[in-house]
């Protein structure tokens, strides 16, 4: 059953913490993105990677990192550098000759 | 000036009727434009896509580029409150490559009413 999957699909973190989410596809999609989406607000890009052991910054990177070790995984890091890490994650990814980008089901960091 | 631009509603419209939404892009060489739906709580996917001036089908669901006025549209005839969502336009500059980007606009919540 070929997909995105992300886990966890919630995550509680306290102040001053690092957690790390956690995006796999069996897709076989070169590239793989990494949205932040806030209420009411469209998806700010985060990171994005085309290949492996390579990565981009998004628009708004301060305070997460990335990691591109394996075609399918493309693990996000949201640092305590990160002020307000509160909003639903989404993982995206595309093969290397389309466009169109599908996205996992997301995961909803709360910081308690 | 924002990339992607889009009426954020919310748009309610009576079952069975056409509902339009509209997205503007600042970028006059975007190549590819894509409309997903994103239901409360979940992800987004993919309704359409659209590459060239004009019209294109699929079901229901009709996607209008207007290049020359950086305008896309989406139509929805016969509206369903399953049809109730936020719908999202994105852009990417380049075709065919993973070397684009997308840029999403906020949404436009759409909402149709029994």
């Known amino acids: 059953d070929g997909g995105i999957t992300q886990s966890p699909k919630y995550l509680f973190r306290k102040e001053g913490q690092n957690v790390t989410l956690s995006c796999e596809q069996n897709?076989?999609?070169?590239?793989m993105y990494w949205y932040r989406q806030d209420p009411g607000q469209g998806l700010r890009l985060i990171y994005y990677s085309q290949i492996v052991n390579d990565f981009q910054k998004g628009d708004i990177a301060e305070g997460y990192s990335v990691s591109r070790e394996k075609k399918e995984s493309f693990p996000l890091t949201v640092t305590s550098a990160q002020k307000n890490p509160t909003a639903f994650y989404l993982c995206?990814?595309?093969?290397?000759?389309?466009?169109?980008?599908?996205f996992g089901p997301g995961t909803r960091l709360t910081v308690l | 000036q924002k990339e992607v631009e889009q009426n954020s509603g919310p748009l309610s419209v009576p079952e069975g009727a056409i509902a339009s939404l509209n997205c503007t892009y600042s970028?006059?060489?975007?190549?590819?434009f894509f409309w997903y739906r994103q239901y409360s709580g979940k992800s987004p996917e993919l309704i359409m896509f659209?590459?060239?001036?004009g019209d294109k089908e699929d079901g229901r669901f009709t996607a209008q580029l207007n290049k020359a006025s950086q305008y896309v549209s989406l139509l929805i005839r016969d509206s369903q409150p399953s049809d109730s969502a936020t719908y999202l336009c994105a852009v990417n500059r380049s075709r065919g490559s993973t070397l684009g980007r997308l840029y999403f606009g906020r949404g436009t919540q759409l909402t149709v009413w029994p």
């Open positions: 659209i590459y060239s001036n």
């Open positions: 995206a990814s595309n093969s290397g000759n389309a466009d169109t980008q599908y």
């Open positions: 897709l076989n999609h070169d590239a």
């Open positions: 970028d006059r060489g975007s190549q590819s």
